[in-house]
């Protein structure tokens, strides 16, 4: 963190934070659009996150303050469930009030919260700051809550206050990332296991198309009900409670109870995007790089084509690395809708890749992608 948070604490509240904790952003390495379908995925914490300082007041109420928004906003303790004008302070205020309507007695806390995970990137900053409050409340006031009981609570935040009717990919893997590891993720029991990333002579480039999400929400939510319309109709003929129940094969014996050209395609990409996330964990355990970089372009090609979600921003920056000799892998992650897109990429590359990429985008888009060299980092921590 390139900014000293207690510092800036007491510069706002006049009184020194009591604690301060780091919750990580994510990057999803394969398997999109399929958490909230039962399928398996593939994310890591990385090393942005979220900053979050606190310290207790006297007037009963929660005080919100973040270094990377101009605004103040104050919550009172007993109003549950009431909305602020701002968007980033909702993610925070929807936690407390879980907290509250889960019968916690918590009340007066002051926050300074600070986050490198550029906003709306696809980088998990919405579930990052979401998990800092909800670690910063659990070990402050010793509430005895487990790492998955925060976690959905979380997503109870993102689904029922904000409104995303996201799946639980994001707030497991800022909750349980490891350093250097990935976690294999089954969405539909939520058992993991933790795989060493072991990226050899590669490393990890997250370039950002720096495109803003507009109406990314709305169209996310369009993309969940388009997979409910399928599971829907296959459950004509078969009982499923997710379209990840089924691997291609399975699911050929029964795609024609779709006629729907778009939920079709849908469909197919979820039932595909799951089988290659089998295929990747084996590529990763075995450090089958080569494998794992072939299914990461074949992952953005459907999510381009069949789901929908990639965009000429994040379709150019793949273009590139496909042509680009010393990059053996490259897809969007997360959302889609603009966002970043990650790489495998050559080590001792970093310089030339970066250059030529800025060159090509620039050209092609008519402003500047960001890139990134990314580690693996670990969960939430107090500082
Ligand atoms: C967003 C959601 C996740 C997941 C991804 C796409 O990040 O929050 O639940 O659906 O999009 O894989």
Redesign the pocket.
């Known amino acids: 963190m390139n900014i000293n948070l207690q510092e800036k604490f007491a510069e706002q509240y006049h009184k020194n934070p009591e604690a301060i904790y780091f919750t990580p952003g994510r990057v999803?390495l394969i398997g999109?659009?399929i958490?909230?379908n039962g399928g398996l995925v593939m994310p890591c914490a990385i090393s942005l996150g979220t900053w979050v300082a606190i310290a207790p007041n006297n007037d009963g109420q929660f005080r919100l303050k973040s270094l990377n928004f101009d605004i103040e906003t104050a919550v009172a303790s007993n109003i549950v469930n009431e909305k602020d004008g701002t968007i980033w302070a909702n993610y925070p205020i929807g936690v407390i009030n879980e907290f509250i309507k889960d019968g916690k007695e918590i009340s007066g806390l002051d926050f300074l919260f600070y986050g490198n995970i550029p906003i709306g990137s696809?980088l998990?900053s919405s579930a990052s700051i979401e998990i800092a409050t909800a670690f910063a409340l659990n070990t402050y006031y010793n509430l005895g809550y487990d790492k998955l009981a925060l976690v959905k609570i979380a997503k109870r935040v993102e689904n029922d206050f904000i409104g995303?009717n996201?799946?639980?990919?994001?707030q497991f893997a800022v909750t349980f990332g490891e350093k250097d590891k990935a976690i294999v993720l089954d969405c539909e029991t939520l058992k993991y296991k933790m795989v060493d990333v072991n990226l050899g002579n590669y490393v990890l480039a997250i370039i950002n198309t720096n495109k803003p999400r507009e109406l990314a929400d709305s169209k996310y939510n369009e993309r969940v009900a388009e997979c409910q319309t399928a599971l829907k109709l296959l459950n004509q003929e078969i009982t499923l409670n997710y379209l990840c129940e089924l691997n291609a094969e399975k699911f050929a014996l029964h795609s024609h109870l779709i006629s729907d050209e778009t939920v079709l395609n849908r469909a197919t990409h979820v039932i595909k995007e799951n089988d290659r996330v089998h295929l990747a964990a084996k590529a990763l355990n075995s450090q089958d790089l080569t494998t794992f970089g072939r299914l990461m372009y074949a992952s953005h090609q459907s999510l381009k084509t069949l789901y929908e979600v990639s965009g000429k921003e994040l379709d150019t920056v793949v273009d590139f690395c496909s042509g680009y000799q010393h990059v053996i892998g490259a897809r969007m992650t997360?959302?889609g809708f603009g966002g970043c897109a990650i790489a495998l990429l050559e080590k001792g590359y970093e310089e030339d890749f970066a250059k030529h990429l800025t060159d090509y985008y620039l050209d092609k888009i008519g402003y500047p992608a960001a890139i990134y060299i990314s580690q693996i980092g670990g969960g939430p921590s107090s500082l």
Not at 166 to 170: A, H, K, L, P, R
């Open positions: 999803n999109e659009h958490d909230y696809g998990s995303l996201s799946g639980i990919m994001d997360g959302a």
